[in-house]
């Protein structure tokens, strides 16, 4: 898979890149990633990629001309216009990362790590040109209900959490299936819930009528007993099948406890 930053700051990746998963992906050659510089695609002497909103407004906006060349260099070819837009490409994702974007999910992550390149458009000051996000992002993206000052932080949070996914990232591929948000809990109509991987999954039979979203179980290593708190005797009593059931039941109530809106999903 290739991953493509396009930043006005291409030195703030790296670091994120130099490090932990991403870094091991790049090295076994599961990922190849290209930061390009978008001042590379401005025409004026000052390389200047933002400008003031028409209707007035506080601060400035990222001017489409850069963003659409930078896109068109790398994909090798146009667009199009407002006349002709080209076809877009299946494996390809151009992402806008934005504060009103759609919520970035897992799995949000896992169509994208079925897909071939990822071009993720890193915005900044008061945001982009609506021309970007309607006529070249295929998605515009956000990674919660908050404001950052530019797209560069979410766009690596969005690489990290497509690269794990891809097979042979990680050391143990179980990993990537047992942890918050990889499983989904599907209430039927006589109460009782069944498991499915995507809400797309849990929603795929008409009888299933509510959804719940769990995190990850707790999970305790050496010393079983660390300043006289102990690990919870079932997962050293070597009993599988309590083990499972201790897990999704603490499952269960830290979800309640830290993120009750996921459970009447």
């Not at 200047?48 to 060349?69: I, Q």
Request: a neutral charge.
């Amino acid at each position: 898979m290739r991953f493509d930053l396009i930043t006005i700051f291409p030195e703030f990746f790296s670091g994120p890149l130099d490090h932990g998963i991403i870094r091991k992906a790049r090295e076994a050659g599961l990922i190849d990633v290209h930061v390009q510089d978008l001042r590379e695609f401005t025409k004026d002497r000052h390389r200047t990629v933002d400008d003031r909103p028409f209707g007035g407004g506080e601060g400035m906006v990222l001017k489409p001309e850069p963003l659409f060349e930078a896109v068109e260099s790398l994909l090798g070819r146009s667009v199009g216009d407002a006349a002709k837009q080209d076809m877009q490409d299946p494996d390809t994702a151009i992402v806008l990362m934005s504060a009103a974007g759609k919520l970035f999910d897992q799995e949000m992550a896992r169509t994208y790590s079925r897909l071939e390149r990822i071009i993720l458009l890193c915005g900044r000051y008061e945001g982009v040109d609506e021309r970007v996000a309607e006529h070249l992002a295929t998605e515009e993206v956000s990674i919660g209900d908050f404001v950052l000052s530019g797209g560069e932080l979410p766009a690596m949070l969005v690489a990290d959490a497509v690269t794990r996914l891809l097979p042979g990232a990680l050391g143990n591929e179980a990993s990537s299936r047992n942890e918050s948000f990889s499983e989904f809990q599907v209430g039927t109509p006589n109460g009782c819930f069944v498991k499915a991987r995507s809400p797309r999954d849990a929603t795929s039979s008409k009888s299933r009528a509510q959804i719940r979203a769990l995190l990850d179980f707790p999970h305790y290593t050496r010393p079983a007993d660390y300043r006289g708190w102990r690990v919870p005797e079932t997962l050293i009593s070597g009993n599988h099948r309590e083990v499972a059931k201790w897990r999704e039941r603490k499952a269960l109530e830290k979800t309640r406890r830290n993120r009750p809106d996921l459970l009447g999903r």
